[in-house]
């Protein structure tokens, strides 16, 4: 198998399985279930960040999440936590922070959201965090 195919196929588990968790709570999923990415690279770099933006897409398209926003090219982390922030004060159901630099805004932020779900990969810390998963190959 192709290195971008087993990436794709493995971002596609993780996000997966992380819409599954996040949707086994009272947020329902489906058509109101929102999503959103932030990455440090562009989201058609062919690799890391496109990865996840064409799994979500496929979600759309499948039902499972009704709508996914992007912040890509958050080389900053200090953009980066701002726009998790921003994701999270809007009400975004899961927040996907795709990049182990962003784990400490992430673990100042999430506390502030307890009705917010929120991922980061590619890690395995979750702050001891109940709304807070990690993901990595």
Known sequence: MKLRKRTVVITLVAVLALIG?????????????????????????????????????????????????????????????????????????????HGSQYGGPLEEIAPDFPDTTFAWGTAVDTFGLDNVFAYTV
């Open 21 to 97: 968790a996040a949707c086994s709570s009272d947020s329902g999923g489906g058509e109101d279930f929102r999503v959103a990415i932030v990455a440090p690279s562009a989201s058609n770099d062919l690799a890391f960040t496109q990865s996840i933006v064409d799994a979500a897409n496929r979600l759309i398209e499948d039902g499972v999440i009704g709508d996914v926003a992007v912040t890509d090219g958050t080389f900053v982390v200090e953009d980066a936590a701002a726009a998790i922030r921003g994701y999270a004060d809007d009400g975004v159901d899961l927040v996907i922070a």
